[in-house]
Structures are given as structure tokens and as C-alpha cells.
């Protein structure tokens, strides 16, 4: 599981965070590394597409919280991924 | 490292700057840096150049440096190709049908005029055919299909 969009909002569905916390957040949870590029593209994109949206702060280092929509997406994403998963080990037969 | 990852930086498009560069520069103070992150700053920076609608012209010249080295090394490879190839071995047909194909304006000036040249000058003219082929596609692509900015 690498799709850096996912795990960017998989992130946030705890509370607000800024860029590094993001980054080492997904580490800790997928050891998934992004770099930079890759977190602030995906970034740009969720932002464009209404899922995630900056909070107000004087820092430098923006943080980003989930939408309504982000949400949904999230919620609508994971239980693909649950079934794909349910699926996979069933037919491995260690369900 | 970190002044090339900086710099690395600036090679994204002015309007995501002028959104992204203050939070993006304080992420890039905070995470180690190396030449993963080199890389990777590099390939979102492409990435965001190609979808910025500002840059039409910057696809343009990506697609025709693309094209040009596809030319170049193309050219290159049958040069290899030849140079390396055993003489006491007659060359498949089908090759030669391969190299005229990959390299029609030095096939066609091998085939129906005299005029020996190096492989370089031979190199730089697959490129530049390659290049003028890349731009006669990208007009055409253009004219049929507006270009799309956006993923």
C-alpha cells in the first residue's frame, strides 16, 4: 500500500497536521517513506480536489486538516482495500 | 545536499510556489537531506511544470528533447551496433531495413548519394530529424486535440 494520496488522508483522519508530521506519521504507520516531491504533490492534489484544506496558523509549517469529502473518499477507498484484503487471505486460506 | 535540494526547489511552477513555498521550504528544513530526497523534489517539480497551465511551452520543449534524444541514441545504438558487429558474418537484411527505418536521412544519403560523414554528424542529424518529427506530431496533436493541463 503506497498510493501517497491514501495514506495522506488515512493521516489526517486524526487531526490536523503539517507536512513532516504527515511524513513521519506515515512511517510510523505504513513504513512508508514519502519524500518530500511526492507528499507535497499529492498534497495539490487532494487540496484541488476539495479532501483536504489548510488551517489557519502564523507558522511556516502549514497544517492540513480532512474535509467532508476527504472523508468520504477515505472511508469509500478503505473498504475496497478491506474487501480486496478479505478476499486475498480467504483465498489464501488463512481467513 | 541541501542547498541542491533548495535549489531543486525553484524548478517548480511560480503559482505553486507563490501557494506551496513557504510550508514547502520548511518541510525541506526539517526532513534529512540526501539524494533520495534530491530526486524525488526533482520528480515533483517535473510533475508539477507538466500539469501547471503555464506550461504549454515547457511541455512543448520536453516532448522535442525527448524526441531529440530518442534520435540521438537511436543513432548512436546502430553505430555500436555496426562498429562492433562481425565482419565475417553478412548483416541480416531485416537490420538494415531496421537502421533505414530508425535513420531515414542517413539511409537515404547512404543509399542514393555519395556523402560520408562520422557518426556524430550522423547522431546529430537522427536528432534533428527526431526533433522535427516530434514537432510536426505535437502541431498536429494540437490542432485535433487541446492540450489537457491537469491529470
Not at chain 1, 504527515?22 to 492534489?45: C, N, Q
Not at chain 2, 525553484?10 to 510550508?23: A, C, D, I, N
Not at chain 2, 553478412?90 to 530508425?102: K, Q, W
Amino acid at each position: 500500500m503506497n498510493d501517497p494520496n491514501l495514506l495522506i488522508l488515512a493521516s489526517l483522519a486524526d487531526g490536523d497536521k503539517h507536512g513532516y508530521a504527515i511524513m513521519a506519521d506515515i512511517k510510523a504507520f505504513a513504513d512508508v517513506e514519502l519524500g518530500p516531491g511526492t507528499l507535497y504533490g499529492a498534497i495539490t492534489r487532494l487540496e484541488e480536489r476539495g479532501f483536504i484544506r489548510p488551517v489557519g496558523t502564523d507558522d511556516r509549517r502549514q497544517p492540513y486538516r480532512l474535509t467532508a469529502d476527504g472523508r468520504r473518499y477515505l472511508e469509500e477507498e478503505l473498504a475496497v482495500l478491506q474487501s480486496v484484503v478479505r478476499v486475498g487471505f480467504r483465498r489464501l486460506g488463512k481467513a | 545536499m541541501k542547498r541542491l535540494i533548495r535549489l531543486a526547489s525553484w524548478l517548480y511552477p511560480t503559482s505553486w510556489r507563490r501557494r506551496y513555498g513557504r510550508e514547502f521550504e520548511a518541510l525541506l528544513d526539517e526532513v534529512k537531506p540526501g539524494s533520495r530526497q534530491l530526486i524525488d523534489v526533482l520528480k515533483g517539480a517535473i510533475s508539477m511544470q507538466i500539469r501547471s497551465p503555464q506550461s504549454s511551452v515547457m511541455r512543448i520543449c520536453f516532448r522535442i528533447i525527448i524526441f531529440a534524444s530518442a534520435g540521438f541514441f537511436i543513432s548512436a545504438g546502430w553505430g555500436l551496433y555496426f562498429a562492433t558487429a562481425d565482419k565475417a558474418k553478412p548483416i541480416d537484411p531485416i537490420v538494415y531495413v531496421l537502421a533505414y527505418i530508425t535513420e531515414p536521412v542517413a539511409g537515404i544519403t547512404h543509399t542514393y548519394f555519395d556523402f560520408p560523414r562520422g557518426l556524430r554528424a550522423v547522431e546529430i542529424e537522427n536528432a534533428a530529424t527526431y526533433t522535427l518529427i516530434g514537432l510536426m506530431l505535437t502541431l498536429i496533436r494540437r490542432r485535433h486535440r487541446p492540450l489537457q493541463f491537469s491529470n
